[in-house]
């Protein structure tokens, strides 16, 4: 019976020393796991340049489909033509949705949708 119960603690004891390096643990269960905000450098270049060539498009195609962000319901925004496409989830669909991409302010073609 001593044998067992120094047994179970050496199990135990080694089982202290795991994390997501040494084992198939996932790294946010690591102990002092500092949690880093994601870097986010702004618009990248070729999103602005997208931006820009979609507003100056002749037609462009505006369409929007549901997703889950987090648990939460959010419409995923999505601006196009031919060359180009940029999305932008948001919490409502529609025209504001839209104006908030910050595209189709400046767009003055000619907008396609499935309705």
């Keep these: 019976m001593f044998e067992i119960l120094i047994l179970v603690i050496t199990l135990l004891a080694n089982r202290l020393n795991l994390n997501s390096t040494n084992s198939s643990k996932p790294p946010s269960s690591d102990p002092n796991r500092k949690n880093r905000p994601e870097k986010r450098?702004?618009?990248r270049p070729v999103v602005k340049e997208a931006y820009g060539l979609l507003a100056a498009a002749k037609v462009a195609h505006?369409?929007?489909?549901?997703?889950?962000?987090?648990g939460k319901r959010y419409w995923l925004n999505c601006l196009s033509n031919e060359q180009w496409a940029c999305y932008h989830p948001h919490a409502k669909r529609g025209t504001d949705a839209m104006n908030d991409m910050g595209v189709l302010p400046m767009f003055a073609g000619i907008l396609?949708?499935?309705h």
Excluded: K
């Design 41 to 43: 450098a702004g618009t």
């Design 112 to 114: 396609c949708h499935d």
């Design 62 to 70: 505006a369409d929007e489909i549901g997703i889950n962000l987090g």
